[in-house]
């Protein structure tokens, strides 16, 4: 006699092997847009090199559309294993031209790019400041993002010696000045 598998066990075999096919190209689908716009930016100035210390959070895939629109860069994988080999010099180029900090009233400080590293859905983006003597007040110009996203808020915190200022930075005033 011939066995056929009862309609229902059939269908559930069905499912389980299309499940089994789909489940691969589903996972390689992006994350789900998130609905809050914040970058994070810390900053500590570090008096044995007079220089400043910069830590930049973002998250990952607003990062990969800044630079889509700024240089028209698709499907970087920023962080990933595929990352693409131009990603980290366009990061480094876009955090650049977007995150200005001058003590004083002097121009911005000349800031160098020292890396990446991903952190869940957010990148941490690390800079430095070439050397500046002590000031008392620091103009911070913050523009990440905001070309993107109009609620776009990217909030800094800048600590100099043991006092903390902080700011939050949004696309209708993208600089402030802090003092101590």
């Not at 210390?53 to 499907?75: H, M, N, P, W």
Request: proline share 6%.
């Amino acid at each position: 006699m011939f066995y056929h598998p009862a309609p229902h066990r059939l269908t559930l075999l069905c499912l389980a092997f299309c499940w089994a096919i789909a489940m691969p190209f589903s996972l390689a689908q992006a994350d789900p847009p998130h609905p809050i716009h914040v970058s994070l930016c810390e900053v500590q100035y570090n008096a044995q090199t007079r220089k400043l210390e910069i830590s930049l959070r973002v998250f990952t895939d607003d990062l990969e559309l800044a630079l889509e629109k700024s240089y028209g860069a698709t499907q970087l994988h920023i962080g990933a294993p595929t990352e693409k080999t131009e990603a980290v010099k366009q990061v480094a180029q876009y955090v650049l031209q977007h995150l200005k900090l001058a003590p004083g009233s002097a121009a911005p400080l000349k800031l160098t790019y020292l890396g990446k590293e991903q952190e869940g859905l957010a990148t941490w983006v690390y800079l430095e400041s070439e050397p500046t003597g002590p000031f008392t007040t620091l103009q911070v110009t913050n523009a990440i993002l905001h070309a993107l996203y109009d609620d776009q808020q990217n909030l800094v915190n800048v600590k100099v010696g043991g006092t903390q200022r902080s700011c939050r930075l949004g696309k209708d005033a993208d600089s402030e000045k802090l003092e101590w």
